[in-house]
């Protein structure tokens, strides 16, 4: 079994920061990569940025330049830095956590509010 703690959401005004962590714990083997999903209301859950075992990076159109993540594999963590905060990436923040290239474990959600 594998739990994702999440932490590092709340209220930021826009053109502000947040940095989300997520550590993994657990049966941890196999990790083919973790990043960052999230989900405002009445949407769908989208990709945010991952990042593979290899290193490999994606992200979404309207964060790249803006958002940053990264990966300490001795800690199992994965972080998301956000900047330049708009209130359009106001939403709840899922850590993704997929193993062996088809197992996919989640976090609890963090809400991140971006508003003045």
């Known amino acids: 079994q594998i739990q994702l703690v999440e932490s590092g959401g709340g209220l930021v005004q826009p053109g502000g920061s947040l940095r989300l962590s997520c550590a993994a714990s657990g049966s941890i083997f196999g990790i083919s990569a973790m990043g960052w999903y999230r989900q405002a209301p009445g949407k769908q859950r989208e990709l945010v940025a991952d990042?593979?075992?290899?290193?490999?990076?994606n992200y979404v159109e309207s964060v790249k330049g803006r958002f940053t993540v990264s990966r300490d594999n001795a800690k199992n963590t994965v972080y998301l830095q956000m900047n330049s905060l708009k209130p359009e990436d106001t939403a709840v923040y899922y850590c993704?956590?997929?193993?062996?290239?088809?197992?996919?474990?989640w976090g609890q959600g963090t809400q991140v509010t971006v508003s003045s």
């Open positions: 993704r956590l997929r193993r062996l290239g088809v197992y996919d474990y």
């Open positions: 990042m593979t075992s290899g290193g490999i990076t």
